[in-house]
């Protein structure tokens, strides 16, 4: 239970980090190639740094049996259903409650934490299994 809760606090730390790269990359293309294609680009980084990043730290000691490649596809396949989750919360929320249509960040702070739960749970459980000793 103890490491799984460290996880969960390593995913997060790297999620943020995730936001920053994905934010950054938006920035610094939104001028050149529009807001969707540059979102689409940025989207794409911090998939590629968070993958790097919890497969080294956060599930380090995890058996991987796939190659690398197919690793980051079910890793990338995974972050677009927990985006999906996190929009799909978010509409519902900002379309369900006047509260939310004022303060949207509640919105957003309810599908991040719905789309970060199903990604750590299906990369925990689909691509990063435990060794066993």
Known sequence: MKSTILEIFKFGVIGGI?????????YLLKD?????FARVISFICAVIATWLLNRS???AKSKVTHRRSKEFALYFLVMLVGGCI????YVLM???SILVREYPILGVAVGSLAGMITNFTFSKKL?????HS
Request: net charge positive.
């Open 86 to 89: 996190n929009i799909g919360c």
């Open 94 to 96: 900002v379309n369900s």
């Open 18 to 26: 995730g936001f920053l790269v994905d934010a950054g990359v938006l």
């Open 127 to 131: 691509i990063y299994k435990k060794q």
């Open 57 to 59: 730290i956060t599930f």
């Open 32 to 36: 050149s190639l529009g807001l969707y």
